[in-house]
DNA sequence: TTGCAACAGTTTCAAACGAAACTATCTTGT
DNA sequence: ACAAGATAGTTTCGTTTGAAACTGTTGCAA
């Protein structure tokens, strides 16, 4: 029986990786890639930046929700939505009182202005969507979705050592 | 014939965007999970950045190269690779020499001390990989590398907007 | 050859970032 | 009722970032 079968596994080589091959690398690199592209849409046309437009994005149906809410639906942190909602005062584009019951918190709602933004950017935003996935069948399309979905419930599960065994069903 | 066909596409509302729907939101939000935990991993360990974790892959196997070539292999840019080298030398993971015949390149080796990094983090790295795609059978993986391929080849496209009709057969 | 454009890499500057500290308000336990 | 702790949101601080300007080197053309 010849010894080639060991070959591969010799010690001498600790395992070939191959930063394009690797998982990591590439998604912040197509992500990195897709937010880049956008992010200079959304900038030239209307003059926002990601953040302001993942607010834009969540109270875009009218809804009224506190800067908490907003950072749990963005997935961005309290101090980005901070910011991001500063410079939309400024720029007139939401509206904010505080709350009656609670007074930490404010309420926040966009103006008209924003909402004709919203109107016209949703568009833009689902035209490269679909131009991305331009060259996927249906089926392929639900394939990543599924597939986004699971690793990103595995990347959560990951990034949270020991913690949260109880909020692990949470979803 | 009733009507009702038509209620989906009311004008009223301006086609829904839901965030967590949105392949660019769903790909950066993924991808900043993924990051953050291989950075955490890297950062505690080695005390090694993202940038220089991806400068010891390209060089890994023992190669020589020029910053640029680094660059454009880690997706990174030249700014960014100059740094980490900057750092890398303060720390001695890298070694740089000037070209011989042209003196613009410094020709960039990885020391020992980097090597043994490399030799420790690869298993690291391919194991996080694999609990990252645990869930996912071996044909779901192959599914994955091709949406991700064919994405990134879509994305690169768009975000050239009229620019390199010429370059696009470059791979 | 000399001058000029292209290239390699570094530095500068202003913006963006995240962690931690802080202010203000609300909740809970005694 | 009130102190102790939790929560909402903002501010601060040191770091990281990317674009543009800059330095030095090479290649090319007149």
Known sequence: MP??????????????????RFLPYRLSVLANTVSHTVAKLYETRFGITIPEWRIIAVLGGGETLSAGDIA????????????????????????????????????????PKALAIYAEIVPMALAYEAELTDALSDEERATLDQLLTRLQARADALAA???????????
Chains 1, 2 share one sequence.
């Open 72 to 111: 749990r639906r963005t997935a961005m942190d309290k101090v980005q939505v901070s910011r991001a909602i500063s410079r939309m005062l400024d720029s007139a584009l939401i509206l904010r009182e505080s709350g009656d019951t609670d007074r930490r918190k404010a309420l926040l709602t966009l103006t």
């Open 3 to 20: 010894p080639v079968r060991r070959l591969r596994s010799a010690k001498a080589t600790p395992a070939a990786l191959h930063l394009t």
């Open 161 to 171: 050592p020991a913690a949260a065994e109880t909020e692990a069903e949470e979803g």
